[in-house]
C-alpha cells in the first residue's frame, strides 16, 4: 500500500465530525496566515515611508547651512520618529497579546491603532476618514488581537470598494448591553444576489488582490464571521450597487463601562 492509500484509508478511518473540525481548524489557519501576511505587508510599507523621510530630511538637513531649513528638517524627522514609535507600539502590543481569552476591551483605541497603520494606505487611495465616537461607547468584552483582524479586513475592504477615492465612516455606540460598530463605505455596493454568499469561505467578489497585494483570497469575511461569532457577537451588511456597503457589528459590552470618546 502507498502512502497515500494509507492517508486515505486513515482519514476513512476518522469520524466525519473530526474531519470537519479538522478542516475547521486548517481554514482557520488559513485565515490568521492571510491577515498576518496583509499586516506585514502594510506594516512593511509604513515603515519604508517612515525611513525614507527621516532619510531624506537627515540629507536636507546635512546640505543646507540656513538654520531655518535645518530647523525644518529637524521637525520632519521628529514627526516621522514619533509616526515610526506609534506604529512600532501597535505591532508589538499585537504580538504581546497572545492570549484567546476575551475581557473589556476599548475598541475606539483599537480604531485609532488600525487607522496609525492604514493612513499612508488610505492618503494614497485618496481616501479620508471620518469617526463617530459616541460619548456613551461602552468598552466591549472581546479579544484584541482577534478584533483588530476584523476592523483592519473591514478597513481595507472599504478602501478597496473605491478605487477613485471617497470617505469611510467609523461610528461606535451602544448601550448597558452591547456595543455597536458600523464601518460604512460609498463605494461600488455588492449586488443582492451576492450579499448572502460574502461570508462564506472562498468566495470573493473580487477578481484577485489588487497592486497593494491585499484581497480577493476569499477568506477575509469569513475569518470576520467566525471571529465575531465566537465572541457571542453578530455581524450583518447592508449594500446598493452603486451607493456603498456598511458593516454592523454588534458585540456585548463590559458591564458599567463606557470609554472616552
Not at 527621516?54 to 531655518?68: C, H, P, Q, T
Not at 525644518?72 to 505591532?91: G, H, P, V
Not at 485618496?126 to 468598552?139: H, K, Q
Not at 463605505?185 to 454568499?197: F, K, V
Amino acid at each position: 500500500m502507498t502512502d497515500g492509500q494509507k492517508q486515505a484509508s486513515e482519514q476513512r478511518s476518522v469520524p466525519l465530525e473530526q474531519q470537519v473540525e479538522q478542516l475547521q481548524a486548517q481554514m482557520r489557519s488559513m485565515q490568521a496566515m492571510a491577515t498576518l501576511g496583509e499586516l506585514t505587508s502594510t506594516a512593511t510599507h509604513e515603515f519604508n515611508n517612515v525611513l525614507m523621510t527621516v532619510l531624506n530630511y537627515a540629507r536636507s538637513g546635512m546640505r543646507n547651512k540656513d538654520e531655518a531649513a535645518r530647523d525644518k528638517a529637524f521637525d520632519r524627522i521628529l514627526e516621522a520618529s514619533q509616526r515610526a514609535a506609534k506604529i512600532t507600539a501597535t505591532i508589538l502590543g499585537q504580538a504581546r497579546n497572545r492570549e484567546e481569552g476575551k475581557q473589556p476591551t476599548d475598541v475606539c483605541e483599537l480604531i485609532r491603532n488600525s487607522l496609525v497603520l492604514l493612513e499612508r494606505e488610505m492618503r494614497k487611495y485618496r481616501v479620508s476618514i471620518e469617526t463617530d465616537f459616541s460619548e456613551t461607547t461602552p468598552t466591549a468584552i472581546a479579544n484584541g488581537n482577534q478584533l483588530q483582524r476584523v476592523l483592519l479586513n473591514l478597513l481595507i475592504n472599504a478602501r478597496q470598494a473605491m478605487p477613485e477615492g471617497g470617505t469611510v465612516s467609523i461610528q461606535t455606540k451602544g448601550d448597558a448591553d452591547q456595543f455597536v460598530l458600523t464601518i460604512r463605505d460609498y463605494g461600488c455596493g455588492i449586488p443582492t444576489e451576492q450579499l448572502p454568499l460574502i461570508f462564506k469561505p472562498f468566495y470573493s467578489t473580487k477578481q484577485g488582490p489588487d497592486e497593494s497585494g491585499k484581497g480577493g483570497t476569499g477568506l477575509g469575511l469569513a475569518a470576520c464571521k467566525e471571529i465575531i461569532e465566537s465572541h457571542q457577537g453578530r455581524i450583518r451588511v447592508e449594500s446598493t450597487v452603486g451607493k456603498g456597503t456598511a458593516f454592523i457589528i454588534r458585540l456585548p459590552a463590559s458591564e458599567a463601562s463606557i470609554v472616552a470618546a
